[in-house]
């Protein structure tokens, strides 16, 4: 069965102190992976997409790479502003309707 | 700018009532997608749609209904039948295949 698991559920951090966050894939010929970010009563924003393993992507304080079992999402001296719960998701490998099967995110705090 | 447009922000049912959520793009995007958002349970697919006039059913489609009349419209209707209506709802665009979405902002449907 398709399935992404994302870990912790919840991550506290200081200003300043680096993390990563993980996504964790089953899925047969991964046809992409794509990280989004939501803030709370809003819709998730696209953040990456990643193909292939051993890819990366970075975005200011934001780099995901990817492996063939799992996706990192790791966040470099992470500011308050960086708060929000981020989602991972993929096709299922089963189809081409464009769907996509999420994870259940990881709720990001960041303390001054 | 091109876009997803949800309305509304928030929407109250009664027992027994049908309430309809709206969901608009200009973006030309061919596929379109509605989600359901709970807490700790991630996003979960009710109806998608590929193409006008086709939509097909997702994971959770009992107690929904969808139409998809024109390209830049996918209604999503909320029947007497769904039990547990109270959640957060995401609209989403696609250009299909591999490539990621665009959401709306959401609608929090609560009953009253």
């Known amino acids: 069965e398709d399935q992404v698991t994302q870990s912790p559920e919840a991550l506290r951090l200081q200003e300043g102190e680096s993390s990563s966050l993980n996504c964790s894939y089953t899925v047969s010929g991964l046809r992409g992976l794509f990280w989004y970010r939501q803030d709370p009563g809003k819709g998730p924003e696209f953040l990456f997409t990643?193909?292939?393993a051993g890819e990366e992507k970075e975005k200011e304080r934001l780099k995901a790479t990817l492996t063939k079992k799992e996706s990192f999402l790791h966040i470099t001296a992470p500011k308050p502003e960086d708060s929000a719960t981020y989602l991972c998701a993929v096709p299922p490998g089963s189809s081409n309707t464009g769907k996509l099967i999420f994870g259940q995110g990881t709720t990001l705090q960041v303390k001054p | 700018d091109g876009g997803i447009t949800q309305s509304p922000k928030y929407l109250f049912r009664k027992e027994g009532q049908n309430v309809t959520l709206s969901c608009e793009q200009n973006?030309?995007?061919?596929?379109m997608y509605w989600y359901r958002q709970d807490p700790g349970q991630g996003l979960r697919l009710i109806y998608y749609s590929q193409i006008v006039n086709d939509f097909q059913k997702g994971d959770i489609a009992e107690g929904y209904s969808v139409s998809r009349e024109k390209k830049e419209s996918f209604p999503l209707t909320v029947t007497s039948a769904q039990k547990n209506p109270t959640a957060f709802y995401l609209c989403?665009?696609?250009?299909?295949?591999?490539?990621?979405?665009?959401f709306g902002s959401g609608t929090r449907l609560t009953v009253v």
């Open positions: 973006l030309n995007h061919d596929a």
């Open positions: 989403a665009s696609s250009k299909g295949g591999q490539y990621g979405y665009t």
């Open positions: 990643l193909y292939s």
